[in-house]
């Protein structure tokens, strides 16, 4: 992602949250987080997903990961995780965590599908509604 992609990224975050990041959080990643890196999927010039992450030390942290709803299902999602688990592999993480509402049971399935197992609950996580959220975790020695 650069950050002439952060309108079509806005695009893309608004349809598929309901509290979308603003448009400065994205320039914050890209412009002064030197932990963060962040990817794009683009279909025929089209930004259609995309997927951040923080990597310190041996950790790989997922922020975000959304694909526009026209796209899911076709592998948009699968190949995005697959690309940031690669860089995470590349600088030599050893683990990958991520939140993700109680209630997104889709996003949860789709995590398993990888090897990610919930390892743990923060209370009250989403300020919106008070849910908590799952931590899900995946150690890379598995693959
Ligand atoms: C989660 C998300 C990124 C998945 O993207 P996607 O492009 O649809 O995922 P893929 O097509 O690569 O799916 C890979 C596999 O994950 C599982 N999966 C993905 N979405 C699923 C769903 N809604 N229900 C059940 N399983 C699902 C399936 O096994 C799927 O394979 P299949 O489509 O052949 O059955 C997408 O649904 C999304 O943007 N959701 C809204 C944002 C969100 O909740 N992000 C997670 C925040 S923690």
Known sequence: MIPSDIED???VERDAFQMPWIRQAFINELMKNPFAHY???VDHEQIVGYCGIWIALDE???TNIAVLSTHRHQGVGRSLLKAVI???LELEAV???LEVR???ADAQRFYKTFGFKK???KKGYYTDNCEDAWIMSLTFSQF
Request: net charge positive.
């Open 39 to 41: 990817l794009v999927a």
């Open 86 to 88: 690669r860089r995470a």
């Open 95 to 97: 683990s990958m965590t």
């Open 102 to 104: 109680e209630s997104n």
């Open 9 to 11: 990224v806005l695009v």
């Open 60 to 62: 790989a942290h997922i």
């Open 119 to 121: 390892t743990g609950i």
